[in-house]
């Protein structure tokens, strides 16, 4: 048995992986500790795994905040500058604590005081990526929301991307300067740009994400494997649907749903108001999963539509037709294992990305989110409806995702790096 510390930061799409893991991990006989917002205490002890708190906590329910990092241009930026590395010393303080009698660290993408956890401590480290944009491959370049029309220079070839990652370097050198301060201050070296490279581990990377969004590169580091979404699923067991939503779902054919997962649906915009007269120009059936957000009050009168705050994804999306959503990957894959097609709609952060790459696939389609209308949407909506090619696609790449049991390559990809220092269980 070993003392495994994983750590993440983000919303709950960025949470839930995490939370699958330290599950599967325990449930193999590990001691695990999952290092992560304060915010989110008690939904990781309810589900029995030991949490530890670090900083800086997430402020869910501040709009000012929400706004700032959602921002489409932005949002990642304000994330990372504002929030996270003014931050570092405090978040590797935390982590310096709680991995003090660990034998393994894992860590998230944007969890960016690990590598000098593990550099200054020697604990082994493993990264991983929930999404291929952080690979920032010149060779499967990722669509950025802050430039989307970057997307066309593919076509140049394999060196102007690489050009384009060297001018990221140098425009997001004030960014990351509070990283290279504090590792001055730690004694060590400057090391790789903290966006572009400096989060792979050089020991293993795990990629939680279908080789569908992104296969490995050759310029990927070359100890990624790819192991698939890992999905949490406690909700699925312990909970239900709300009695009236089951009501709903029983009493006509499987409804389109709309919603905007944990972090988009505090900053919907004109989503809902914009998607109910969709829903009612085509006279369909929708559930719209709102969140706590009074300006996301629908008026539902109409026996068609159904509006609650939240449902649990697992149960609710395979009982349905077409999932309109913001484009998170954890959106996203409870989208893709249910099997059914979606709209897109990306508000930030790797959505855009999300989205171009499954348009591709021909299970899904987007709209700019600037350009929302129930026009757009009910178009988007009745393309899907009448051509079945986005049905049977979605449902071809839902049994692709069910068939990979992603949490045994995970676990299996962990613990062989662990081998040399397992205690028996």
């Not at 569908?212 to 494997?225: F, H, R």
């Not at 996301?296 to 009982?319: G, I, K, R, T």
């Not at 349905?320 to 990957?329: L, P």
């Not at 171009?356 to 909506?381: I, Q």
Request: charged share 20%.
């Amino acid at each position: 048995m070993a003392k495994i510390v994983v750590t993440t930061y983000g919303s709950l799409g960025d949470l839930h992986p995490y939370l699958a893991l330290s599950i599967g991990l325990q449930e193999r006989g590990h001691e695990v500790v999952l290092a992560t917002c304060e915010h989110y205490r008690s939904k990781v002890e309810r589900d029995g795994i030991e949490f530890f708190p670090v900083r800086p906590d997430i402020e869910a329910d501040n709009r000012a905040f929400i706004d700032e990092v959602m921002d489409f241009k932005k949002g990642p930026e304000n994330m990372v500058r504002k929030y996270l590395f003014p931050n570092i010393h405090r978040t590797y303080e935390d982590l310096m604590r709680v991995t003090k009698d660990a034998d393994l660290l894992v860590s998230s993408a944007i969890s960016y005081a690990a590598p000098m956890v593990a550099e200054t401590s020697g604990i082994p480290w493993v990264s991983t990526m929930i999404t291929p944009l952080g690979y920032f491959s010149a060779h499967d370049p990722p669509v950025l929301t802050q430039y989307p029309q970057m997307h066309h220079l593919r076509r140049l070839g394999v060196g102007t991307y690489r050009t384009v990652f060297n001018v990221g370097k140098l425009f997001t050198r004030k960014w990351v300067q509070p990283v290279y301060e504090f590792r001055e201050q730690l004694g060590l070296e400057r090391g790789a740009h903290p966006l572009f490279g400096g989060q792979h581990s050089p020991l293993l990377g795990l990629g939680f994400f279908s080789d569908l969004l992104g296969k490995p590169q050759p310029d990927w580091p070359p100890n990624t494997k790819v192991c698939g979404f890992l999905f949490y699923e406690r909700d699925k067991e312990k909970m239900s649907l709300p009695p009236d939503l089951v009501d709903f779902l029983q009493a006509g054919p499987p409804p389109v749903v709309f919603t905007l997962g944990s972090a988009a649906v505090w900053n919907p915009g004109r989503f809902y108001r914009e998607s109910l007269k969709a829903v009612q120009a085509l006279n369909c059936r929708a559930v719209f999963l709102t969140g706590d957000d009074p300006d996301a009050v629908l008026d539902h009168s109409s026996a068609n539509v159904f509006a609650c705050p939240y449902a649990s994804y697992a149960l609710l999306f395979p009982q349905s037709s077409i999932h309109v959503h913001q484009g998170g990957v954890g959106t996203v894959a409870q989208s893709l294992k249910a099997g059914k097609p979606m709209v897109m709609v990306p508000h930030s952060h790797e959505q855009l990305d999300n989205a171009v790459r499954f348009a591709k696939h021909g299970n899904a389609c987007w709209v700019d989110r600037k350009k929302y209308s129930a026009e757009r949407v009910a178009a988007k909506l009745k393309k899907i409806m009448e051509e079945s090619s986005y049905a049977m696609k979605a449902e071809e790449i839902g049994r692709q995702i069910r068939r990979i049991d992603s949490m045994e390559l995970a676990c299996q990809a962990i613990e062989g790096v662990l081998q040399p220092i397992l205690k028996p269980i």
